[in-house]
């Protein structure tokens, strides 16, 4: 296992969107390890492979009690609304209050292949779709107002500076 370097904005694999995972092998399974380990040691809730440069649809959680490998994923179905505070590895932790939905479910392929469906609320719901974007070339500086945005690029600019 190692820990990977995580990519920040604005590098371009962030914006692309995913190559879907195909092969279901060690070489997976040892990737997934290293962004379990990437994702603990920066104290993270959750991480994409294009935050460790990969441009694939694959993605390692471990959130309000919710741990799970998801490769291919899709958000398929959404309730409700929440609004509260969001952050990134890739843009430095630095926070936004994001307005999502309050229930949703995933759907991916687990390390095995098989396909699997699981239902979350809440902060872990958050993590689906934050964790989803990703593989889809979004990041969540998207859903923000473009004024917001540029305060959080610009404060992340800032500290990543002062480093
Ligand atoms: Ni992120």
Redesign the pocket.
């Given at each position: 296992m190692s820990i990977r370097k995580i990519t920040e904005y604005p590098e371009p694999v962030l914006g692309l969107i995913g190559r879907p995972v195909e092969k279901f092998d060690d070489e997976l399974a040892a990737l997934c390890d290293d962004m379990f380990e990437t994702m603990y040691d920066a104290e993270?809730v959750?991480?994409?492979a294009p935050?460790i440069g990969l441009n694939l649809r694959l993605f390692v959680m471990d959130c309000d009690g919710i741990k799970l490998v998801a490769a291919n994923p899709e958000i398929v179905a959404t309730e409700g609304e929440q609004s509260s505070h969001e952050?990134?590895?890739?843009?430095g932790k630095v926070p936004a209050v994001v307005v999502r939905p309050m229930k949703a479910r995933l759907r991916a392929q687990g390390l095995d292949g098989e396909w699997f469906e699981r239902d979350a609320e809440g902060y872990a719901a958050r993590c689906f779709m934050?964790?989803t974007?990703?593989c889809d070339g979004r990041?969540?500086i998207d859903h923000l107002p473009k004024l917001r945005r540029e305060m959080v690029v610009n404060r992340f600019k800032k500290e990543k500076r002062w480093k």
């Open positions: 993270g959750g991480l994409a935050q952050g990134c590895l890739s843009v934050h964790e974007d990703h990041l969540f």
